[in-house]
Nanobody, 123 residues
Framework: QVTLVESGGGLVQAGGSLLLSCAAS????????MGWFRQYPGKEREFVAF????????LYQDSVRGRFTISRDRAKDTVNLQMNDLKPEDTAIYYC????????????????WGQGTQVTISS
């Protein structure tokens, strides 16, 4: 059973930075890549960033491009999300997931999810 555990969330002021990490355990599965999504209260999860299995391709939501960087350490089975210049609208619960097939920006393409980590940005 594959398990994902996110960490690194917290409370920071606008303009600050956070590094989110997602550690996978329980076995290796064939996948297209891993992604980060975020969820606002009462809303569906929205795509934030995706990195391919090889680590060679990274994709971002327009609102975070240039501020967030996704990276992957395959040897450690971890995916990180470096978030800089944080804004109050980045406040959400952040989830990492494993995508086996389908669109990278659609949450239903991801078969495994972590429990989420809260990110709160104060103005």
């Amino acid at each position: 059973q594959v398990t994902l555990v996110e960490s690194g969330g917290g409370l920071v002021q606008a303009g600050g930075s956070l590094l989110l990490s997602c550690a996978a355990s329980g076995g290796t599965i064939r996948n297209d890549g891993m992604g980060w999504f975020r969820q606002y209260p009462g809303k569906e999860r929205e795509f934030v960033a995706f990195i391919s299995w090889s680590g060679n391709n990274a994709l971002y939501q327009d609102s975070v491009r240039g501020r967030f960087t996704i990276s992957r350490d395959r040897a450690k089975d971890t995916v990180n999300l470096q978030m800089n210049d944080l804004k109050p609208e980045d406040t959400a619960i952040y989830y990492c997931g494993i995508k086996e097939k389908g669109s990278f920006y659609t949450a239903t393409s991801y078969n495994y999810w972590g429990q989420g980590t809260q990110v709160t940005i104060s103005s």
